[in-house]
């Protein structure tokens, strides 16, 4: 452990990295020079950028209290991100302290932020694992021992299906996870499109990560939700899913479609 509490990981300073670039874009402070300048080659050629990653976590907060209120009290969240306030666990248990919440990235840099935050806490657990491989993530001992899969569980997709490309079979690692999952159960997912404004810009950063970035249109996103039921107002853009507030400054721009669906019988 160092100091912070973080442990040590072999961080890779020479290419940007998507759970970097995003905390950068969200004002936080967990990212490298390489991940900042991408992060500003991005906000250049999508100047909306940054409101739309803060849309994205406010539609995340947002979904996770409409499942909570539903009664869901297990989350599976893979594509966790870097710590971020308030964090998953933090907007479920305000509502429901009993909620247990599985993280799941396959960064080492977020598994080892997310254990520093979470090491006292017997609710929620942060597993090292890759959605290319939902099997593994489903059968990890960690996720077995918080997550109870006779029970409704909301898993969470959110804006990490865009970094798995065509040959990754993206709908079969959601089936598959839709699969393990019981009638009462919740996808929540955001997805990244070029449906609203030219995005070759944002992908040709994404080209010099560690995954690339990966848009799809409304029908191919809402295709993801096969086997569920959406609720209203169906798949829309990040700020219009539900606003609880105004919708930030060029809404309409913002490249992130988003929609939460219940599995049904
Ligand atoms: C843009 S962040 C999203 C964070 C959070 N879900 C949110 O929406 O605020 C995407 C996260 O997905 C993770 N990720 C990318 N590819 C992944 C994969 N194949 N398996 C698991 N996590 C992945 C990245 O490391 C990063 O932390």
Same mark, same amino acid.
């Given at each position: 452990?160092?100091?912070?509490?973080?442990?040590?990981?072999?961080?890779?300073?020479?290419?940007?990295?998507?759970?970097? @670039?995003?905390?950068?874009?969200?004002?936080?402070?967990?990212?490298?020079?390489?991940?900042?300048?991408?992060?500003?080659?991005?906000?250049?050629? +999508?100047?909306?950028?940054?409101?739309?990653?803060?849309?994205?976590?406010?539609?995340?907060?947002?979904?996770?209290?409409?499942?909570?209120?539903?009664?869901?009290?297990? @989350?599976?969240? @893979?594509?966790?991100?870097?710590?971020?306030?308030?964090?998953?666990?933090?907007?479920?248990?305000?509502?429901? $302290?009993?909620?247990?919440?599985?993280?799941?990235?396959?960064?080492?840099?977020?598994?080892?932020?997310?254990? +520093?935050?979470?090491?006292?806490?017997?609710?929620?657990?942060?597993?090292?694992?890759?959605?290319?491989? $939902?099997?593994?993530?489903?059968?990890?001992?960690?996720?077995?021992?918080?997550?109870?899969?006779?029970?409704?569980?909301?898993?969470?997709?959110?804006?990490?299906?865009?970094?798995?490309?065509?040959?990754?079979?993206?709908?079969?690692?959601?089936?598959?996870?839709?699969?393990?999952?019981?009638?009462?159960?919740?996808?929540?997912?955001?997805?990244?499109?070029?449906?609203? +404004?030219?995005?070759?810009?944002?992908?040709?950063?994404?080209?010099?990560?560690?995954?690339?970035?990966?848009?799809?249109?409304?029908?191919?996103?809402?295709?993801?939700?096969?086997?569920?039921?959406?609720?209203?107002?169906?798949?829309?853009?990040?700020?219009?899913?539900?606003?609880?507030? $105004?919708?930030?400054?060029?809404?309409?721009?913002?490249?992130?479609?988003?929609?939460? +669906?219940?599995?049904?019988?």
């Amino acid at each position: 452990m160092t100091k912070d509490g973080v442990e040590a990981v072999d961080i890779d300073t020479s290419r940007p990295h998507p759970a970097r @670039i995003y905390d950068y874009l969200l004002g936080g402070k967990d990212h490298y020079a390489v991940d900042q300048r991408a992060g500003d080659e991005l906000a250049a050629a +999508a100047p909306e950028a940054r409101i739309g990653v803060r849309a994205n976590r406010a539609f995340l907060r947002r979904a996770v209290r409409y499942v909570v209120a539903d009664g869901v009290r297990q @989350i599976l969240d @893979i594509g966790t991100g870097l710590p971020t306030s308030p964090n998953v666990h933090e907007v479920a248990q305000a509502l429901a $302290p009993d909620v247990r919440v599985a993280y799941v990235d396959n960064d080492p840099i977020v598994a080892a932020h997310g254990n +520093a935050l979470l090491s006292r806490s017997g609710t929620t657990r942060i597993v090292l694992g890759d959605l290319r491989d $939902p099997g593994s993530v489903l059968d990890h001992p960690d996720v077995r021992r918080l997550i109870d899969f006779g029970r409704p569980v909301a898993l969470l997709l959110v804006a990490v299906l865009h970094f798995l490309a065509d040959a990754d079979r993206p709908a079969e690692v959601v089936g598959t996870l839709r699969d393990a999952l019981p009638e009462g159960s919740y996808l929540v997912l955001s997805h990244a499109t070029g449906d609203f +404004a030219d995005r070759s810009a944002a992908q040709a950063v994404y080209a010099k990560a560690t995954a690339s970035l990966n848009l799809r249109g409304h029908a191919e996103v809402e295709r993801f939700f096969d086997g569920f039921e959406l609720v209203e107002p169906g798949l829309a853009q990040v700020p219009f899913w539900r606003p609880d507030a $105004p919708p930030p400054p060029r809404s309409e721009e913002i490249g992130f479609y988003a929609g939460v +669906a219940r599995k049904t019988a």
